[in-house]
């Protein structure tokens, strides 16, 4: 795999392309998944406390614990209640359904309403200074809140809903570029239909989604896609994107 085809997220060379696990259940074909994707070379796992209702976190505990050096599993809290009381509560749950001592990745799940994101980032870095939690990262945020949040802590990831049909984040991807910060799209390959992508899909013998991803890495040198699924074709697929790469006239089709 080239060089620019992985990237270092807090300090743990990952490839390029993740698996998302927001509809994971404890069953064995699932749990042979997340060792097939390992074993492939996707070293990028995301999961969140209320994923599955905790039963993503579980499985992935199930398949791969205790994690190998060089595995980032992340996961995340505060999604509904982002408080202190209510992320140290989430934080001791996810250490134990992971059945690790120390979480590699961790977010805030989302910005809370009535409690300032530096109150909720000072209360993960509370976990970070224990090191219960290595690395701290955001989920659908701003810029103007990944600044507030690093007055706070080192922020060693990003990760918003960002495609080919949703481009609503355009300014937080390329902050994430000039500072250095993996972006971590989900919903990557969401709502991707046109002609053009089939055509270019096509040329390069590849699917639509692949494609997808593929102008997801051209995007940003710091995008680390995390598509979801359930399948181990499809997570082969993902990870055999790795190798397409867009010309530019193909990406600027495309934007």
């Known amino acids: 795999m080239s060089t620019d085809r992985r990237l270092t997220v807090g300090d743990i060379e990952v490839a390029r392309i993740?698996?998302?696990?927001?509809?994971?259940t404890n069953t064995s074909e699932n749990r042979a998944l997340l060792r097939e994707a390992l074993a492939a070379g996707i070293n990028m796992i995301d999961t969140a406390h209320l994923y599955t209702g905790g039963?993503?976190?579980r499985t992935i505990a199930a398949a791969l614990s205790p994690f190998p050096d060089g595995c980032v599993v992340a996961t995340?809290?505060?999604?509904?209640d982002a408080t202190p009381e209510?992320?140290?509560a989430e934080i001791e749950e996810s250490l134990g359904r992971l059945e690790t001592d120390t979480i590699e990745l961790y977010y805030l799940h989302r910005v809370d309403r009535t409690t300032?994101?530096?109150t909720s980032v000072r209360a993960i870095k509370d976990y970070q200074d224990q090191g219960k939690i290595r690395h701290i990262g955001l989920s659908e945020v701003s810029v103007e809140q990944i600044e507030q949040a690093r007055t706070v802590a080192t922020i060693a990831a990003v990760q918003n809903e960002y495609s080919l049909s949703q481009r609503r984040w355009d300014d937080v991807v390329d902050y994430c570029a000039e500072h250095g910060i993996p972006?971590?799209?989900y919903f990557p390959v969401r709502g991707q239909r046109s002609?053009?992508?089939s055509e270019i899909a096509a040329s390069h013998g590849a699917t639509p989604q692949q494609v997808a991803l593929a102008w997801l890495l051209k995007r940003s040198p710091t995008t680390v896609p995390i598509?979801?699924?359930l399948s181990i074709e499809h997570m082969r697929q993902n990870l055999d994107m790795l190798e397409l790469e867009l010309t530019d006239d193909e990406y600027r089709a495309l934007m």
Not at 76 to 80: F, L, P, S, T, V
């Open 227 to 229: 598509p979801g699924t």
């Open 86 to 88: 209510v992320l140290r």
């Open 18 to 24: 993740g698996l998302g696990t927001n509809r994971l």
């Open 76 to 80: 995340k809290g505060g999604y509904h």
């Open 195 to 197: 002609a053009m992508l």
């Open 183 to 185: 972006f971590v799209p």
């Open 116 to 118: 300032p994101i530096e």
């Open 55 to 57: 039963e993503s976190e």
